[in-house]
C-alpha cells in the first residue's frame, strides 16, 4: 500500500482489522508500555492512544508487532524491493533476463528523493515537551523517542544522496537534559552518523542532525535496514513505500515533509551529557554513559501528528519482527557480501547480537582423512569482522554436508554442532575485542571477547537425553536439569570476583572427572536457577549468551592449553549474573495493576485479548 503518510496507514489497518483505538485517558509514564508489553505478548493488533496525558498529540505503537501486519503494509511493494535488492547483489541477473526486470529499474528511479522548497504549511512549530513524553521501564532515566530516523549529511559530501538515516536512541527528558533545548543521541563513532561527526569534528564545525519520527511506515524501517553499498536509506524508503520521499532545507536543516515530527539541531565537538539507563533490547537495562548531545534549534509537527513509539526489552519485542521482515528482504545478501556463507542467524532469543549460527561451504580439506574445520573458520572471521555481526560473542558454524541443515531450527542446529564438534580442537577465541555497546557481560563499555564453536564431519558423539551422573550430588552445585540433548543446566552459588569463580570451576571440574568422562554432555550451563534456565529453550538462550563473556566465564573439564590453542572434554560456561552487569527489565507491579482497567469491562481492550 503506498501510504502518504502515517495517518493513511493507520486507518487501512483499522479498515481491515489490524488496530484498535483507546480512548481513555493514558498516562505516558510506564502505561502506555505496559499495555504495549501486554497486547504485543498477546499478539494483539497495532494500538492508537487518543488521548495521551500531557500532550495533544496521538501516538501508536505495536505497527510492526507481527509479520502478518509488517507484510500487510508493504503489500504492494515487496516483490519489487526483493528484485532491486537482488539486482544490486546480483547484477548479472538482469542480463540473463533483461525483459523479466526491465520494471524495476524504473521502480528504482521513481524512488528517487523529491526536493520541494519551504516548511511544509501544514506544519506547526512546536517543543518537544508538547510532545508525548513515554517513559517505557521503572528505571529508565527519562523519555525517549524510540522510533527515530536521525538524518545527518558527509560534511565533507553533503546532499541527500551522500546521508545518513539511522535508528539511534533519543533521550528528550531526564538526566542532565535542559527540557526544549537538549537531547541525547545514542550512537558509536563506528555507524553512519559517527562517521559525519567525527569528519564534522576535523572540520571544527557541528554536525547539523535532523530526526524524523512517523511519517509512512516505510520511512521507520529504512532507518534500520542493512542496505547494499550504494543504495541510500531515502531511495530505499521511496521503493518500500511507492512513494518519492520529499523533503526540503531550511537553514541547512534537511526536513522531511512526510514526517509527523521533525527535530533538528547541532552536535558540537566532544560535547557529551550522561544518556540512560535504558531498557534494551537484551532484556537488561543499558546504564549511563555520556553520549552525544544534541543542541535543539527547532521542532515542527504536522497538523493532527501521531507518534509512534515501541517498547524494547527482552526478546521477542516488536523489533523480532522488524528482524524478521529485513532478513525476508535481504536475506539473499549475505551470500554476496560473505562468500562461502549459505545462512548466518541472529538468534532474536539471545538479544540479537550475543548469538550467531551459520552455515558455510567447506572444501579446502576434501580428501583428507581426518576431516576439521578449515574453509568454515576464514567464513567466521569474515562474519564477526562484518557488520554488525562484528557485535556477536558467539558463533556456532557448521559446514553443510551429507544431510541439509537450518539455522532456524535452532534446538536441532545447536545438536548437530554438539553431535560433531572435536572440544579439543574446534574451540576458537578472540580476546580482548568489541562488543555490543548495550552487553555488560564483558570486561568494559564495548569491551569484550568472542568464540567460535566450529564443526564438520561425521558424528562423533550421542548426546545425552537424561542428566548424567556424574552431574549428580556435586559438591558447590545442585538441580542439574537438561536443557536439551547433551546441555545440562546445574544452580551455583552466589560470588564476589573471578579469582573465587576460577577456584569454584577447578572444584567443579575435579568433582566431574572423579567421577568418570562424559562425552554424551558437551555443554554444561552453570547458573543462578536450574530450573529457570531449562524451563524454554528460550530462557536458555537468553540467560546463557546474554550473562557470559566468552573469554572470562568458558571453562572445561580437563581444560588444556596446547600451543595457545585451548581445549577440554566438556564445555562449561559460567552464566550466573556477575557483580558488574546492569540488573534485568521488571514490571512495575503498581502500573500492572493499574492497567487492567483498559482490558476490564466497559474498556477499550475488553474482550479483545486474552488477559
Known sequence: MRYRNLEECILDLEKHGHLIRIHEEVDPDLEMAAIHLKVYAAGGPALLFENVKGSKYRAVSNLFGTMERSKFMFRDTLESVQEVIGLRNDPMKALKNPFKYAGTGLSAAKALPIKKSGVPSNFEEIQISDMPLIKSWPMDGGAFITLPQVYSEDPDKPGIMNSNLGMYRVQISGNEYELNEEVGVHYQIHRGIGVHQHKANKLGKPLKVSCFIGGPPSHTLSAVMPLPEGMSELTFAGLLGGRNFRYSYEEGYCISHDADFVIMGEIYPEETKPEGPFGDHLGYYSLTHPFPMMRVHKVYARKNAIFPFTVVGRPPQEDTSFGALIHELTG?????????????????????????????????????????????????????????????????????????????????????????????????????????????????????????????????????TEVPEPLKSLPGFEKAHMIMPGIVAIQGSA?????????????????????????????????????FMSATLDNFLWAAFTRSNPSHDIYGVNSFYAHKHWGCDNVIIDARTKPHQAPPLIPDPEVEEKIKRFFNENGSLQGRLNT
Not at 498 to 509: F, K, P
Not at 520 to 529: A, F, K
Open 332 to 464: 539473499s545478501a549475505i551470500r554476496q557480501e560473505i562468500p562461502g556463507a549459505k545462512e548466518v542467524h541472529a538468534i532474536d532469543a539471545a538479544g540479537v547480537h550475543p548469538l550467531l549460527f551459520a552455515i558455510g561451504s567447506e572444501r579446502y580439506t576434501p580428501y583428507q582423512q581426518v576431516k576439521q574445520p578449515a574453509e568454515i573458520l576464514t567464513i567466521a572471521n569474515r562474519i564477526l569482522g562484518t557488520g554488525q555481526l562484528s557485535l556477536a560473542k558467539y558463533l556456532f558454524i557448521a559446514a553443510e554436508e551429507k544431510q541439509p541443515i537450518s539455522t532456524h531450527h535452532i534446538e536441532e542446529f545447536l545438536g548437530y554442532i554438539l553431535e560433531r564438534i572435536d572440544l579439543h580442537r574446534d574451540i576458537h577465541f578472540q580476546t580482548n575485542t568489541t562488543i555490543d555497546t548495550l552487553d555488560y557481560s564483558g570486561t568494559g563499555l564495548n569491551t569484550g571477547s568472542k568464540v567460535i564453536f566450529a564443526a564438520v564431519g561425521d558424528k562423533k558423539r550421542e548426546l545425552c
Open 495 to 531: 560470588f564476589t570476583s573471578y579469582a573465587e569463580v576460577q577456584r569454584q570451576m577447578d572444584e567443579l571440574s575435579a568433582a566431574i572427572r572423579e567421577k568418570g568422562d562424559m562425552p554424551s554432555c558437551p555443554l554444561i550451563i552453570v547458573c543462578d536457577d536450574s530450573e
